[in-house]
């Protein structure tokens, strides 16, 4: 299967992307939001979908079959076997009927750091022949709801269901500290350099509607945003403007920058995979699953795609350029 291209004309070299074709039916679907708050349909400039490091769509390779919905994914650094449709190993991470929230490699692929509906979270070394627990990191909070790792992998962040951001002290194995948030956080990332994390959760901080997810552009100054209302939202991190993206049709409920930071994917309970061009949302690419697509990840080298659905299965997709 590929992906739906919603802009074919585009692509031819020389033409002018000056307007937005919608999928849908839909004559615009990005608009800029100024600081005031009037909206306007966004002009795409003419590399929108043809720049360097931009791709043309997404080839799904194959699916990878679970016994449950799939909340969370990630993809190590190095994907030597992106072929591979069989299972290396099975990790017991919790009781049956828990469910895992957020899975998160560090960068040298031997650790697995995995938290859910537990309060506790397990740090599981994959280079043993068997892979094993090698650490667990205990807070009093029923649930972690999404975690993130500092660029040194030394300290991990988690989202738990009391309100508290906990910050951890991964050589250590001991908690640093936490934040009490005025409400549940949902989704968290953390800039490249370390400097900045950023929260989003079940309130109306900055934007109305709940967030369901965030993503922090690896360029800097964009911090994208997926909302339960539907929409994707991209906030300058130090401006009051803002783009805001209408080509979901329910809750956006992943989200994830490329490395290189031009382009980021989103997907929602409409069953769809949308991506976008950083930071003015040109569609580049839409791939429509047969149920709500929970998470995604993009391999480092951004030549990988994966999402898990609620049809009980992981797919992974090559990015084509």
């Known amino acids: 299967q590929v992906g739906y291209d919603?802009?074919?004309?585009?692509?031819?070299?020389?033409?002018?992307?000056?307007?937005?074709?919608?999928?849908?039916?839909?004559?615009?679907?990005?608009?800029?939001?100024?600081a005031d708050g009037q909206m306007q349909p966004v002009p795409f400039p003419p590399d929108a979908l043809m720049g360097s490091g931009i791709p043309r769509h997404a080839r799904q390779l194959h699916t990878l079959s679970h016994g449950e919905v799939v909340c969370a994914v990630t993809i190590s650094n190095s994907t030597r076997h992106p072929g591979t449709k069989t299972a290396v190993a099975q990790l017991d991470c919790l009781n049956r009927d828990n469910y895992i929230?957020?899975?998160?490699?560090?960068?040298?692929?031997?650790?697995?750091?995995?938290?859910?509906?537990?309060?506790?979270?397990?740090?599981?070394?994959?280079?043993?022949?068997?892979p094993r627990?090698?650490?667990?990191?205990?807070?009093?909070a029923p649930a972690c709801y999404a975690l993130a790792i500092s660029p040194d992998a030394k300290v991990c962040f988690s989202c738990c269901s009391d309100g508290n951001i906990?910050?951890?002290?991964?050589?250590?194995?001991?908690?640093?500290?936490?934040?009490?948030?005025?409400?549940?956080?949902?989704?968290?990332?953390?800039?490249?350099?370390?400097?900045?994390?950023?929260?989003?959760?079940?309130?109306?901080?900055?934007?109305?509607p709940q967030i369901f997810s965030l993503g922090y552009c690896p360029m800097g100054e964009w911090l994208a945003v997926g909302m339960e209302s539907s929409n994707v939202e991209i906030l300058h991190?130090?401006?009051?403007?803002?783009?805001?993206?209408?080509?979901?049709?329910?809750c956006v409920l992943s989200?994830?920058?490329?490395?290189?930071?031009?382009?980021?994917?989103?997907?929602?309970?409409d069953n769809?995979?949308?991506?976008?061009?950083?930071?003015?949302?040109?569609?580049?690419?839409?791939?429509?699953?047969?149920?709500?697509?929970?998470?995604?990840?993009?391999?480092?080298?951004?030549?990988?795609?994966?999402?898990?659905?609620?049809?009980?299965?992981?797919?992974?997709y090559e990015i084509i350029y």
């Open 237 to 250: 991190v130090t401006k009051p403007d803002k783009y805001q993206l209408h080509l979901h049709e329910s």
């Open 166 to 208: 906990v910050v951890w002290d991964l050589q250590n194995q001991t908690l640093v500290s936490f934040k009490v948030t005025r409400t549940v956080p949902a989704a968290l990332d953390i800039s490249n350099d370390g400097t900045k994390l950023w929260t989003g959760g079940l309130d109306n901080t900055r934007v109305s």
């Open 6 to 34: 919603p802009h074919p004309h585009m692509r031819v070299p020389g033409l002018v992307a000056g307007m937005q074709v919608g999928t849908s039916g839909k004559p615009a679907y990005s608009f800029h939001v100024s």
């Open 255 to 269: 989200l994830k920058f490329a490395s290189c930071g031009k382009w980021f994917v989103s997907t929602g309970k």
């Open 133 to 140: 627990i090698k650490a667990e990191l205990t807070s009093s």
């Open 272 to 316: 769809l995979l949308n991506a976008w061009r950083t930071p003015y949302g040109a569609s580049i690419f839409q791939s429509k699953e047969t149920s709500s697509v929970l998470s995604c990840d993009i391999s480092t080298d951004d030549q990988f795609i994966v999402t898990g659905s609620g049809d009980k299965k992981a797919t992974v």
């Open 101 to 130: 929230r957020s899975c998160k490699l560090l960068p040298d692929g031997r650790s697995l750091i995995v938290g859910g509906e537990a309060s506790t979270l397990s740090i599981w070394d994959l280079a043993a022949p068997t």
